[in-house]
């Protein structure tokens, strides 16, 4: 039997390579393509792979192969690596991403990767013989493309508004990625927008350490999922028939039920699971932004499931495993804090002062933004300064949090219980958008390229299900610049995840070149 070609893209980071480890088991099956660039980390992060596939390792930039696996050491912004990778494959699989906090310190870096580089794919697919027709490919977007969903708005579901948070610069580059595919000619794509994905690994957790830690809200909704469950379902797209409604869709991918909290509960696990009280020992209320971040929970998470049967992991089974792989010396400081309330306390402030410098010295830390007048971070995040003075202490006031508190479904501006949508359900739903649609006949095809106009005046293009089912709308709308309070009282679709948290009369803006104020932040505390 021909064994069918499977090429990974980012299987070094958090998800790929979990999804790495899963196609390797799957080797029998499958051949496996790698595009990886040459780093340090990387050659030492395959090097056992190359061993077991008798290949023999280059230092640098090139293509290697041995018994069902080939390495090409390049990079996917460039054209030729992508193309070379994708010759002759099947499937595509796109794990790969530039993420924050990085996507917002290195801009330029987070357009090259995470829509640069999924253009060179689409690109790629598209040029291989039958390409559009024959491979299939699995891209991999984020549920930061639609922002914060505070209460009551906190359960979503595909088709909501996107809603990239401002400054976020990942969630801008992933939403034109994610966009390049749904309007390809390929026949056989699915985006599976992911939550937050959790390391296995204390190491690799310990590392997240930033001060994006405090622009999450503690009353935010997450509904998460392991980093070995997302590898297992991206993996687990493989076995999906070229003739199920599986593909041509967006989905949700997050953990499922067992796998929701608050992001205070998070956080105080953070600090427990080494021994500690919890988030209020540790940080101070006001460190935290009251809103512009991202998370919620998913209404629809569970269609994915249904097909990639990938929810395996709880919180509980989590924790307690990220607990085992903690170094020795760090697992026996926790027992002793957790029996020790003086060693816990000294701990405890040791821990306040680590978390207070990121506050307050680093161009990202909340604090350092209200220290340094830093206006418009603290009108994306605070709404003003007002407004964060006033932020009582724990446990004074605090947000509701309740685990399953209201919600309501938001609209997308058509019947969609209809079976079969006409042109005039288009054109409700544009108006609902503050705009038209520009095409004046439609065979019903939802994949059907048709002509649109927005609230600003901006004619574009897009496919029935790029706008109605997933909640693109105008690609030169979406940030930078961010104008939201202007587009929230053109836009009835889009005000429905704006007015929640901010009010009528705000009336800011911010610019396109608003992100570089934290341009290499991270340099910063290395010197």
Request: hydrophobic share 35%; proline share 5%; aromatic share 12%.
């Amino acid at each position: 039997m021909t064994k069918e070609k499977v090429c990974l893209f980012g299987a070094s980071g958090t998800m790929g390579y979990q999804a790495f480890k899963e196609l390797w088991m799957r080797r029998e099956k499958y051949d496996i393509v790698v595009l990886l660039r040459p780093s340090e980390k990387n050659k030492k992060l395959i090097s056992e792979y190359e061993r077991e596939a008798g290949i023999e390792p280059t230092p640098g930039r090139g293509v290697v192969q041995g018994r069902a696996f080939k390495v090409v050491w390049g990079d996917a912004t460039e054209y030729s690596d992508v193309e070379e990778t994708i010759r002759g494959v099947d499937w595509v699989l796109d794990a790969m991403a530039f993420i924050s906090p990085k996507a917002d310190y290195y801009p330029e870096m987070a357009k090259a990767v995470n829509t640069d580089g999924i253009k060179n794919i689409v690109r790629a697919i598209e040029s291989q013989p039958d390409g559009p027709e024959r491979i299939r490919l699995i891209y991999t977007g984020t549920v930061a493309a639609t922002g914060d969903r505070l209460q009551s708005i906190h359960m979503g579901r595909v088709g909501d508004p996107l809603k990239p948070s401002i400054f976020d610069y990942y969630a801008v580059t992933k939403i034109a990625g994610e966009r390049a595919v749904l309007e390809s000619d390929i026949k056989h794509w699915v985006s599976l927008r992911m939550t937050y994905i959790m390391p296995m690994d204390y190491g690799e957790f310990v590392s997240l350490r930033d001060p994006i830690m405090f622009h999450q809200p503690i009353d935010s909704f997450m509904e998460n999922i392991t980093a070995r469950d997302a590898g297992y379902g991206l993996v687990q797209c493989l076995n999906v028939s070229d003739d199920s409604d599986f593909w041509r869709r967006v989905y949700n991918m997050g953990g499922g039920p067992g796998m929701r909290c608050t992001a205070y509960d998070y956080m105080n696990k953070t600090f427990q699971i080494n021994g500690l009280s919890g988030v209020e020992a540790c940080t101070e209320r006001k460190w935290y932004a009251l809103r512009n971040f991202h998370m919620q929970f998913f209404e629809d998470s569970h269609i994915l499931n249904d097909y990639l049967h990938h929810w395996r992991d709880s919180l509980d089974v989590y924790w307690n495993e990220l607990q085992e792989t903690m170094p020795a010396n760090m697992r026996k400081l926790a027992l002793e804090c957790s029996d020790n309330p003086g060693l816990r306390r000294r701990v405890e402030q040791t821990t306040y002062s680590i978390m207070k410098d990121l506050a307050e010295n680093h161009r990202n830390g909340t604090v350092y933004w209200y220290k340094n007048r830093c206006d418009m971070r603290i009108t994306a995040f605070y709404k003003d300064y007002e407004t964060l003075e006033s932020i009582p202490d724990w446990g004074v006031d605090m947000p509701q949090m309740d685990p399953e508190p209201e919600w309501h479904r938001l609209e997308h501006g058509y019947d969609e219980a209809k079976g079969r949508l006409d042109l005039d359900d288009l054109q409700g739903a544009a108006q609902f958008r503050g705009g038209e649609c520009l095409s004046k006949e439609w065979l019903g095809d939802m994949y059907q390229t048709l002509e649109w106009k927005c609230a600003f005046g901006h004619s574009l293009i897009g496919k029935p299900y790029t706008v109605l089912k997933a909640g693109h709308w105008c690609p030169e709308c979406v940030p930078p610049p961010w104008n939201y309070d202007e587009e929230a009282r053109r836009n009835p679709f889009f005000a429905q995840v704006w007015y929640p948290n901010h009010d009528k009369d705000e009336n800011n803006f911010y610019a396109e070149d608003c992100v570089r104020d934290i341009a290499a932040a991270d340099r910063d505390r290395t010197r």
